[in-house]
T-cell receptor, first 115, second 113 residues
Framework: DTGVSQDPRHKITKRGQNVTFRCDPI?????LYWYRQTLGQGPEFLTY????????KSRLLSDRFSAERPKGSFSTLEIQRTEQGDSAMYLC?????????????FGPGTRLTVL | QKEVEQNSGPLSVPEGAIASLNCTYS??????FFWYRQYSGKSPELIMS????GDKEDGRFTAQLNKASQYVSLLIRDSQPSDSATYLC?????????????FGTGTKLQVIP
């Protein structure tokens, strides 16, 4: 069973540059989520997709952030004009919408450092 | 009031003891509850899920849910040094048209050999 994968695992960039992250969910899962986590905090919701439709986006999410899931499979998260405050672990999770639990399973994350 | 509250710890227990981790939540409409384990520098790993009042056991782990008190806990029996990690409580509740999952800040557990 292949879990959630994310690429790259680490990204170092200079302030003002654009970065793009990729997430491949568990193959049969129809929901895909993006979270951001900083040191000492729990994961913070950014956005989620059901199949190819982006159904919810956090009100805290800057317009510099955009996410896509063009064919309902993998997803990309782009951050434009990065700022030092964007430095964090970006986590992707996926789930299968069935039953009462709708459990989310996380990928290994992409650690972003903005210099 | 935070939506999901956990004591940040660290909670220190000797090897072989029972570790008890606690979490409270504010939304009475919350439907499902999850415990994730997160090792330093790694991503969260799902270890327990529960949605009905009472206890749910899986190996050395027991999740306890009391919806009336808005309280969920995780017991780890026969604690091992490898259990040393941060434990995140997560709660799913409806927020508009979306069933949002909110995480606590985690409790750091240290199991002392």
């Amino acid at each position: 069973d292949t879990g959630v994968s994310q690429d790259p695992r680490h990204k170092i960039t200079k302030r003002g540059q654009n970065v793009t992250f990729r997430c491949d969910p568990i193959s049969e899962h129809n929901r895909l989520y993006w979270y951001r986590q900083t040191l000492g905090q729990g994961p913070e919701f950014l956005t989620y997709f059901q199949n190819e439709a982006q159904l919810e986006k956090s009100r805290l999410l800057s317009d510099r952030f955009s996410a896509e899931r063009p064919k309902g499979s993998f997803s990309t998260l782009e951050i434009q004009r990065t700022e030092q405050g964007d430095s964090a672990m970006y986590l992707c999770a996926s789930s299968l919408v069935s039953g009462a639990l709708n459990e989310q399973f996380f990928g290994p994350g992409t650690r972003l450092t903005v210099l | 009031q935070k939506e999901v509250e956990q004591n940040s710890g660290p909670l220190s227990v000797p090897e072989g003891a029972i570790a008890s981790l606690n979490c409270t939540y504010s939304d009475r409409g919350s439907q499902s509850f999850f415990w994730y384990r997160q090792y330093s520098g790694k991503s969260p790993e799902l270890i327990m899920s529960i949605y009905s009042n009472g206890d749910k056991e899986d190996g050395r782990f027991t999740a306890q849910l009391n919806k009336a008190s808005q309280y969920v806990s995780l017991l780890i029996r026969d604690s091992q040094p490898s259990d040393s990690a941060t434990y995140l409580c997560a709660v799913r509740a409806r927020s508009g048209g979306y069933q949002k999952v909110t995480f606590g800040t985690g409790t750091k557990l240290q199991v002392i050999p």
